[in-house]
């Protein structure tokens, strides 16, 4: 049994920061990939960066050059840092820890509220 937490979501004005984390407690057989994805209201969730064990880190358009994910593989954690952030960021955010060796297996957060104002 594996459960996910995430922190670090808030409120912030436009240009601000928020560093939110994503920790899966219990074992995992093995990460294939971290991720992280939003959803707005009103439109379906999307995802916003995403960190391949063996092919690299992707970030959506909209979020490159501002947000970055980075990970700690000895505690299953894996980090958004969002800068610049926008009122166009405002989402539920979900951290993703996906497990690829029957199917792909996500392991879910529970969503962490990003609210950004003008």
């Known amino acids: 049994q594996v459960q996910v937490v995430e922190s670090g979501g808030g409120s912030v004005q436009a240009g601000g920061s928020l560093r939110l984390s994503c920790a899966a407690l219990g074992s995992i057989f093995r990460i294939d990939a971290m991720g992280w994805y939003r959803q707005a209201p009103g439109k379906q969730r999307e995802l916003v960066a995403i960190?391949?064990?063996?092919?690299?880190?992707h970030y959506h358009d909209s979020v490159k050059g501002r947000f970055t994910i980075s990970r700690d593989n000895a505690k299953n954690t894996v980090y958004l840092q969002m800068n610049s952030l926008k009122p166009e960021d405002t989402a539920v955010y979900y951290c993703?820890?996906?497990?690829?060796?029957?199917?792909?297996?996500?392991?879910w957060g529970q969503g962490t509220q990003v609210t950004v104002s003008s």
């Open positions: 960190d391949y064990s063996r092919d690299g880190i």
């Open positions: 993703d820890f996906r497990n690829d060796y029957v199917y792909p297996y996500h392991y």
